[in-house]
Nanobody, 122 residues
Framework: QVHVVESGGGLVQAGGSLRLSCAAS????????MAWFRQAPGKEREFVAA????????VYADSVKGRFTISRENAKSAAYLQLNSLKPEDTALYYC???????????????WGQGTQVTVSS
């Protein structure tokens, strides 16, 4: 059974930075695409970023391109999301997900964590 746990969320002022971590156990992430999604109160879950299992393909939502960076460390079964230049509209519950390919479609990801809250104050 796959277990995914996110961490690193918190409260930060606009313009600040955070680094989210995702730890996967029960199955190696070395052959899995990793992705981050987020969901703000009253809104649908939306794609943030994804990376292929080999790290050769990365995909970003337009809203975070140039500010967020996805990365992974297969030896530690871990993935990360560096959030820079944060804006109040980035406030959301951020989820890590594992799937077979780095797409923007949440239906392509079979394993999900419980999320970590990011709150950006103005």
């Amino acid at each position: 059974q796959v277990h995914v746990v996110e961490s690193g969320g918190g409260l930060v002022q606009a313009g600040g930075s955070l680094r989210l971590s995702c730890a996967a156990s029960g199955r190696t992430i070395r052959t899995s695409a990793m992705a981050w999604f987020r969901q703000a109160p009253g809104k649908e879950r939306e794609f943030v970023a994804a990376e292929s299992w080999g790290g050769t393909i990365t995909v970003y939502a337009d809203s975070v391109k140039g500010r967020f960076t996805i990365s992974r460390e297969n030896a530690k079964s871990a993935a990360y999301l560096q959030l820079n230049s944060l804006k109040p509209e980035d406030t959301a519950l951020y989820y890590c997900a594992l799937g077979s390919k780095p797409t923007m479609n949440d239906e392509d990801y079979a394993y999900w964590g419980q999320g970590t809250q990011v709150t950006v104050s103005s």
